[in-house]
């Protein structure tokens, strides 16, 4: 029976953030709200409060929490008994000010994360950054929860943190636990589907919009650091071969970046895998029907569709990630 899913794309949600910009309009299709800083776009999001709708399509208008529920076995494949809803959140961030300091639990940490939820491992891949970026990623050494504490209360936090100057293309792994902020650049991120954060610091400034300071978690937050979580610097790619490199592999996701102007095959039999365009465009190609994909989207191949070719109108950068089934082995996109 032929499946109703096909390789579907999703209308990014956009998100006010103090620390945003206006950016993010040169790299999506869909007009940003007026007069707002727009610090993230949620490209794939199965959140109650943010649920990623199909763009186009028999499905247009459906929610990728519908399509969980109502498709389980055709969208998830072999995945389809691990999981209640989509295990991944994507966004684009545009980092025109700083963010808060920050941390995430980890998925053992129970007790400060809510029901429902997880912990939060992330990543990101740097797709513009200026001489006066800065990401910040782990602490120095001989930091501890006491003399972070201290510099909490005395506005001194950003010595106990590693900092380096990204550029374009920088993969950075930020697994839970790990403090980290960062500034003047935009970036792809792909991170467990939980929105569990715990602002450690936040520069002693005030949201324009409501003339006050954020609120801080500062005891949540230091009882969730790692504190030998250090130094964090850019991944080192793997090359796998066919103009593809694996950039992170973890036990939530794996994400391949693919620099080709040749066709290529993408997708895989039985599994669910997720293309992000960052640069260039091309076309998909799946049973009697080609799609565009542009730079910015987000396409999701359900695991019915499987393996596909791809072929770019000139060179394209995709991301094609992968949600890991940690009783199988790890398979390459090719």
């Given at each position: 029976m032929k499946s109703i899913l096909y390789p579907l794309k999703f209308e990014p949600v956009y998100q006010y953030r103090l620390w945003g910009g206006r950016k993010?309009?040169?790299?999506?299709?869909?007009?940003?709200?007026?007069?707002?800083?727009?610090?993230?776009?949620?490209?794939?999001?199965?959140?109650?409060?943010?649920?990623?709708?199909?763009?186009?399509?028999?499905?247009?208008?459906?929610?990728?929490?519908?399509?969980?529920?109502?498709y389980p076995g055709e969208l998830m494949g072999k995945?389809?008994?691990?999981?209640?809803?989509f295990p991944l959140l994507l966004k684009f961030l545009d980092c025109k000010e700083v963010l808060s300091v920050q941390v995430h639990p980890s998925d053992n940490q129970k007790k400060y994360i809510p029901d429902g939820d997880t912990g939060k491992t992330e990543?990101?891949?740097?797709?513009?950054?200026?001489?006066?970026?800065?990401?910040?990623?782990?602490?120095?050494?001989?930091t501890n929860k006491q003399n972070l504490s201290k510099a909490v209360q005395s506005n001194s936090v950003e010595k106990h943190l590693h900092s380096f100057i990204p550029k374009q293309g920088d993969g950075i792994f930020i697994h839970s636990g790990t403090v980290h902020t960062l500034k003047g650049a935009i970036v792809f991120e792909v991170?467990?589907?939980?929105?569990v954060t715990f602002r450690l610091y936040d520069w002693d400034r005030t949201d324009t919009k409501t003339g006050k300071h954020r609120e801080l978690q500062v005891a949540d937050?230091?009882?969730?650091?790692?504190?030998?979580?250090?130094?964090?610097?850019?991944?080192?790619?793997?090359?796998?071969?066919?103009?593809?490199?694996?950039?992170f592999d973890d036990d939530h996701f794996i994400v391949w970046r693919t620099q080709n102007d040749s066709s290529f095959t993408v997708g895989y039999v039985n599994e669910p895998r997720i293309l992000v365009c960052i640069e260039g465009n091309g076309e998909l190609y799946y049973e009697d029907y080609n799609f565009s994909v542009n730079k910015g989207d987000v396409m999701l191949l359900p695991?019915?569709?499987?393996?596909?070719?791809?072929?770019?109108?000139?060179?394209?950068?995709?991301?094609?990630?992968?949600?890991?089934?940690?009783?199988?082995?790890?398979?390459?996109?090719?």
């Open positions: 993010l309009e040169s790299l999506l299709s869909k007009p940003l709200p007026k007069n707002e800083s727009i610090g993230e776009a949620w490209i794939l999001s199965d959140r109650k409060d943010h649920a990623s709708k199909v763009s186009d399509g028999p499905l247009q208008g459906y929610t990728i929490t519908q399509l969980m529920k109502q995945l389809k008994d691990r999981f209640d809803r990543a990101w891949v740097v797709l513009e950054a200026a001489k006066d970026s800065l990401i910040y990623a782990g602490l120095t050494p001989g991170q467990e589907n939980s929105d937050a230091l009882a969730c650091i790692d504190f030998e979580q250090i130094n964090i610097g850019p991944v080192i790619p793997v090359n796998e071969g066919d103009k593809t490199e694996k950039l695991a019915s569709v499987g393996q596909c070719n791809f072929r770019p109108d000139n060179e394209i950068t995709l991301l094609e990630i992968a949600i890991p089934d940690k009783q199988m082995p790890l398979t390459n996109p090719q």
